[in-house]
């Protein structure tokens, strides 16, 4: 009998192989995709453990930190600054699955790096599950400026440094308290506006217009182009403002005024694959390129009547009327201070970003986040040559309720969309710049919803003013 | 060195185990190393010492391997029933002395263990009544589907199975032994294959109709395959033929199938066998939560385990009985389990060592019997947690937290001593 006992005890040996085989499948082989299976609630109980590291602003004051749940080894977030931040710092509930905003995007960074090696015994020196903190750019005088000057109307105020794309401000109305993100709300309070917002950008764009004009090499700041109102553009009559003409004039003069019967023949002139081509470069037709998750980002692009995106140079759209930001373009705040900001940046754009860097508990620099070109827009000279234009804007022009009282040169661009049906005289009323022009630090873009009427010469110009004085001499 | 002295050596090991496991269960705890740790540690090293004590007076003969690998087991069962919850480890630790009792009483009783067959009979049908105790009401208790339990006065809740397979393999090495040449010699061949002939293979088609009425009754797809498993591997041992096998396993998949397929729970079963991650049958009730979590631990311990005292035991159900397996890999990793599983091979290698060595057939028979059935409980409790097969809950030998088991098991250990000690007695 012994060869048959020989015989079952290999049986029982594979047997056991197999065990341990299968075992070898689910703690290494699978283990990634088990771990991150969406029924597995380990991860999300391992996740609420971590006391999660803090979001702060530039000069170091909490905008999320984590506090312990009572009775519990369980770790929440609280947001001592609630709405002023709530756009751009978002929230997060692990347990409800929910986020938003930096807390999502930058999650892995506050969790710290968690040591998956532990000994038998755990751990027994010190708490590993600390997270780091990230430190933003984002600077709280201006932020809670940029409310209070909003004061309750929808709208979105953005900030940039054009050097290195630095987000300074973002803010948006209405807010939300980010404590309770699950409070209902009206009008999308959660919407980040400055991001997702989508709005005819009006008389600003012709910066961009202008760009790719100059830039191109049809035109240079003192062509001279007959600004008669009204002309015909794609077939319909175009009228400026009052339906005032204003006979031949320079390119300079016609952005000062800002004649829409020039630009829509600059656009018509330079074509659509030159308009889109700049317009990619400007990041067009692209999600703002910013640390925030993507379903938190929209692209600025034409649309037709329906509501769908025109194809890149479409031969469908009115290039003349979207070369004035109408013709159904509707555009993010944060791309046109991204547009403000390639010009003050000599043509180059930089990405921007509200993450500066990330701190270990210890206060060590575990990584900055190093600033990235987005794209050379334009050749410096032109970007110089539009500078000085935008400066007559401010100096002579539309914008001159921008003027900063300190003497600063203040380069900018007013916009006054219609919107609405034909007669409703609703506008969308807006402002972009940067200063000092002559080096400039903080580009700026303003924008107020669905107003009576106004001008962005008249509300948004100020905005902008105020912030970029409160920044400037914040030392930015 | 003698046997025993090895045996004695060998109780190192257990007795290093169990006082670093509790020490880092109690770290982990308390944040501090209280005495208590220590003093579990001897307390069981001296219940090991006794044990050794008493074989060294008994069954001065016996394999010196087996009671430091039981003691190896069962240390480090206390330590993670412990580690589960500390009522239920003060409970395993009483019914560990009440093992050791039995134990010696069953060296004592049954010294010539050869006695047993004057009872088979009364042993089979004590056997097969325990099996079926479960499912009468009143007695049984349903527990995750299947009737493996009866409850006892006093809160108590036993599982009868645990005693069954020793009294089914006492039988069938008995049975065998009468009839293991007649079935050689009397088998034909049917259209090429070879049969046994009926009459003696009566009562072993009988078995093969109980494990498959187990299967139905008792919705235990695991206690079928170990009884059914330990009868082939005994046939087999006993007539060398390996076509009996074949027909055996064919019938028993072709039983297994049919039932699977054909009667809901038992098909329940399989669906959340094979499929633990589909969200219907994950939040199904009693569905396939309990697979897809044992998994879960399993995965998230990887290679070296997250340490004693780590796991979320709240995610792991029924984690010191059914699914401590699963604990085993989430704490101490890939090697940990392993480790458990080599030790649990080598305590089968000597049951194996023994049988060869036994110098009649119903001592080879039974030690190949118990040595084969405790081998297919591991494989049916580490298989179900593992996912090679569908889980049924029966115990982990001398780890999961259950008092018949542990005591089923001593005495399981005491018959394999006795034989261990008649064949290796020097032949005078």
Redesign the interface.
């Known amino acids: 009998?012994?060869?048959?006992?020989?015989?079952?005890?290999g049986?029982?040996?594979i047997?056991?192989a197999?065990?341990?085989v299968?075992?070898?499948?689910?703690?290494?082989i699978?283990?990634t995709a088990?771990?991150n299976?969406a029924?597995?609630?380990?991860t999300l109980?391992?996740a609420l453990k971590v006391k999660r590291g803090r979001i702060l602003t530039a000069n170091g004051e909490t905008l999320a930190r984590s506090v312990k749940r009572p009775h519990t080894v369980f770790w929440t977030r609280t947001y001592p600054q609630g709405p002023l931040f709530a756009q751009a710092v978002g929230y997060s509930n692990l347990a409800r699955g929910q986020s938003a905003g930096l807390e999502r995007y930058r999650l892995d960074d506050l969790k710290g790096a968690q040591t998956?090696?532990?000994?038998?015994?755990?751990p027994?020196g010190g708490n590993q599950d600390v997270g780091d903190d990230v430190y933003t750019f984002l600077d709280p005088k201006a932020q809670q400026l940029a409310r209070q000057e909003l004061a309750g109307r929808p709208g979105s105020v953005v900030a940039l440094d054009p050097r290195t794309g630095a987000v300074l401000t973002m803010y948006s109305n209405p807010s939300y308290d980010n404590n309770h993100p699950s409070a209902p709300c009206s009008d999308a309070c959660q919407l980040n506006r400055a991001t997702q917002g989508q709005y005819p950008p009006g008389s600003t764009f012709k910066v961009v217009t202008a760009t790719a004009g100059i830039d191109s090499g049809k035109y240079t700041p003192d062509s001279t182009i007959n600004g008669d109102s009204p002309k015909t553009i794609s077939g319909v009559p175009l009228n400026n403002d009052n339906n005032q003409s204003f006979g031949p004039i320079t390119l300079t003069k016609a952005l000062t005024d800002s004649v829409n019967t020039v630009f829509a023949q600059v656009a018509e002139d330079v074509g659509r694959r030159t308009m889109t081509k700049y317009m990619k470069r400007f990041g067009f037709y692209d999600l703002p390129p910013i640390d925030l998750p993507r379903d938190e980002l929209a692209k600025s692009r034409p649309y037709n009547a329906k509501g769908r995106p025109y194809l890149p140079a479409s031969p469908n759209e009115d290039i003349g009327r979207i070369g004035i930001g109408q013709g159904g373009l509707l555009v993010t705040p944060i791309q046109m201070a991204m547009v403000a900001a390639a010009v003050a940046n000599n043509g180059k754009l930089m990405e921007p970003r509200l993450t500066n860097k990330v701190v270990d508990p210890d206060g060590r620099t575990v990584r900055t986040i190093d600033p990235q070109v987005y794209d050379q827009v334009m050749s410096p000279k032109t970007a110089s040559e539009v500078n000085l234009m935008m400066r007559t804007v401010v100096d002579e022009g539309t914008g001159t309720p921008a003027k900063l009282g300190s003497g600063v040169p203040f380069a900018g661009k007013t916009g006054t969309a219609s919107i609405g049906t034909t007669g409703s005289g609703l506008t969308q009323p807006w402002f972009i710049g940067f200063a000092p022009a002559n080096d400039p630090k903080v580009a700026v873009a303003v924008t107020i919803e669905k107003t009576n009427g106004e001008f962005g010469g008249q509300v948004a110009a100020p905005i902008a003013r105020d912030i970029v004085q409160t920044l400037l001499s914040e030392g930015k | 060195m003698s046997a025993r002295n090895r045996e004695l050596f060998g109780l190192i090991p257990a007795a290093l185990l169990v006082t670093a496991g509790f020490t880092?269960v109690f770290?982990?705890r308390e944040n501090a190393l209280s005495n208590v740790s220590l003093t579990y540690g001897a307390i069981f090293l001296a219940l090991c010492l006794a044990g050794h004590i008493f074989i060294r007076l008994t069954l001065p003969n016996a394999d010196p391997y087996m009671f430091p690998l039981v003691a190896l087991l069962a240390s480090f069962g206390i330590v993670m029933v412990y580690r589960v919850s500390s009522t239920d480890a003060r409970q395993q630790a009483q019914w560990f002395v009440l093992g050791l009792i039995l134990f010696m009483v069953t060296i004592v009783t049954c010294r010539d263990y050869r006695k047993l067959e004057q009872y088979r009979y009364l042993i089979v049908v004590v056997s097969l009544v325990l099996l079926v105790l479960p499912r009468l009401p009143g007695i049984g208790e349903q527990v995750n589907g299947a009737y493996l339990e009866i409850k006892v006065p006093g809160g108590l809740s036993f599982q009868p199975t645990e005693f069954s397979k020793i009294g089914l393999v006492i039988f069938l090495a008995s049975y065998l032994r009468d009839t293991r040449q007649v079935m050689v010699m009397g088998a034909r061949r049917v259209l090429g294959v070879t049969l046994p002939p009926l009459k003696h293979f009566g009562p072993v088609l009988v078995i093969w109709g109980l494990a498959m009425v187990a299967l139905v009754l008792l919705s235990d797809i695991g206690s079928s395959l170990m009884f059914y498993g330990a009868l082939l591997?005994m046939l087999?041992?006993?007539t060398?033929r390996l076509s009996f096998v074949v027909i055996g396993l064919a019938a028993f998949a072709i039983g297994a199938w049919y039932l699977g397929t054909h009667i809901p729970h038992v098909n329940a079963r399989f669906q959340d066998w094979q499929h633990p991650?589909d969200?219907r049958l994950?939040h199904a009730q009693g569905g396939s939560f309990q697979v897809?979590n044992g998994?879960?631990?399993?995965?998230?311990?990887?290679?070296?385990?997250?340490?004693?005292?780590?796991s979320?035991l709240s995610?792991i159900p029924f984690p010191q009985t059914d699914m401590i397996y699963a604990v085993i890999?989430n704490e101490?990793?890939?090697f940990g389990?392993?480790a458990v599983?080599v030790a649990?091979?080598l305590f089968?290698?000597r049951g194996?060592k023994t049988?060869?060595l036994a110098r009649d057939?119903f001592s080879?028979l039974l030690a190949?019997g118990l040595s084969?059935v405790f081998?297919l409980q591991?494989?049916v409790i580490?298989?179900g947690v593992?996912?090679?097969i569908p889980l049924t809950g029966v115990t982990l030998p001398f780890i999961s937290y259950g008092g018949a088991s542990i005591v089923a098991n001593f005495v399981l250990l005491a018959l394999l001593l006795l034989v261990s000690d008649r064949s290796r007695r020097p032949v005078p």
């Open positions: 009998m012994n060869r048959q006992i020989r015989n079952l005890f049986v029982i040996v047997m056991f197999l065990l341990i299968w075992t070898t499948r689910w703690t290494v699978d283990a088990l771990n299976n029924l597995n609630s380990r109980i391992t998956t090696l532990n000994s038998v015994f755990g027994l | 880092g770290i982990q591997s087999y041992v006993a060398g991650f969200p994950y897809a998994i879960f631990a399993q995965s998230a311990g990887g290679l070296f385990g997250l340490g004693w005292g780590q979320i995610l890999t101490l990793g890939l389990a392993t599983l649990y091979l089968i290698y194996f049988a060869t057939s080879t190949v084969t081998g591991v494989f580490v298989g593992t996912r090679v």
